[in-house]
Each structure stands twice: as structure tokens, then as C-alpha cells.
């Protein structure tokens, strides 16, 4: 069964760095892409980069470029979202997410996890 | 890249049929044969039910389906039932130099 496992949430102040994770099973981590999509409260979807584990070649939204860094390991099957120095408006909700090609849908999500940044 | 249109809501009672539409531009919906269509339940993670316009993944009810005139794409939900209750995305592939475009969103309310 294909798994995707994302680590829990967080509460962090202003300015604070985050690293999230996401862990995959049940299929050859390095064969598909791992996507990052934002969900701020009460909002929708949003692309915010994407990273190939096979090769590391990562994407971002120009919208999210400069803002956080994607990144994997594939000898743990991890991929990974940061942040140097989180924004009040950074508080949302994030998935990741699993395809095997930019043409092809998101098949197998995170379960999420949720940021938020406050005083 | 601009977010596809939804409505914000519709709504039906058990038993109705309920559409709900995804207008996008020639870039992205009219462009390619690449809408998806994602469940989303309060609290909960999305999940896929229909991609390349009008394919449902294994698991997914019949009663759920998709179409596409132009620029605009379309879930229709047959049957409804209690469970159909969410959120639903549209989804679309907009060219090689872009990451995709979701919809803003279509809450469904089962009457």
C-alpha cells in the first residue's frame, strides 16, 4: 500500500526556522515526483514546489520561489519543506503529494501538517 | 498562473444530481486533456476521483463523473448521498513550465 507519512504538527514564533517531512512506502521513492501544496485556514489548494528524488530536480511556484526550500533524502525515502524564517502568514495546512508525471493527477497524499506561526 | 473558477457552493438533496463547473483558459483546461477532479472532507486529506477529464480511479462510485466543453470542465455527482458532503478541486495541467492550477473550491451541502 502506498503510504505517504508526514511528520506532526508545529507551533513556532516568528522568524523561527521548520523543516517538515514526508516519508514514503510501499513504492520506489526515487520513480515519483513529491509535491508540496499549501492550504491556508479556510482556503484552497496551492502549488507551492515539487522534487524528483531520483535526480533532486526540484520545481517551485513562483509564488513560493525564495520563500522555502524542497528538498529529499532517498535513502530514507524522505522528502522535505523548510523555512529559514517563518511569516504569521505562513500558518496552513500542508500536504504532500505523490505523481508520477506533471500530466498525470496527484494519486497518494499526506495526511498533512499543520503550521502555525504566532507570537 | 491563475486559480481555475469554481462556484463557492451547490447543493442538492439526496438522490439529485449536482454539477459542478471549472472554468479555466486555453493555457490550462481548454489547453489539455489533463483536468483532475479531488474530494476533500472536513479535516481530512483530498482524494482523487476523476483525472484526464472524465477517468475515475479504482474505488471511485460511477456516480461520480467528469466532462469538458472548451474551457470549462465539470463534475457531476448522480445519486447524491450523505457522504458527498465536501469540498471538491478541479485540477489542471498548464504547460511543462508550470507546477499545475487548482480551482478555488466548491463546497457541496447535501440538503
Known sequence: EVQLVQSGAEVKKPGESLKISCKGSGYTFTTYWIGWVRQMPGKGLEWMGIIYPGDSNTRYSPSFQGQVTISADKSISTAYLQWSSLKASDTAMYYCARRSTATRPVDSWGQGTLVTVSS | ?111
Request: glycine share 14%.
Open chain 2, 1 to 111: 498562473q491563475s486559480a481555475l473558477t469554481q462556484p463557492p457552493s451547490a447543493s442538492g438533496s439526496p438522490g439529485q444530481s449536482v454539477t459542478i463547473s471549472c472554468t479555466g483558459s486555453s493555457s490550462d483546461v481548454g489547453g489539455y486533456n489533463y483536468v483532475s477532479w479531488y474530494q476533500q472532507h472536513p479535516g481530512k486529506a483530498p482524494k482523487l476521483m476523476i483525472y484526464e477529464v472524465s477517468k475515475r480511479p479504482s474505488g471511485v462510485p460511477d456516480r461520480f463523473s467528469g466532462s469538458k466543453s472548451g474551457n470549462t470542465a465539470s463534475l457531476t455527482v448522480s445519486g447524491l448521498q450523505a457522504e458527498d458532503e465536501a469540498d471538491y478541486y478541479c485540477s489542471s495541467y498548464a504547460g511543462s513550465n508550470n507546477l499545475g492550477v487548482f480551482g478555488g473550491g466548491t463546497e457541496l451541502t447535501v440538503l
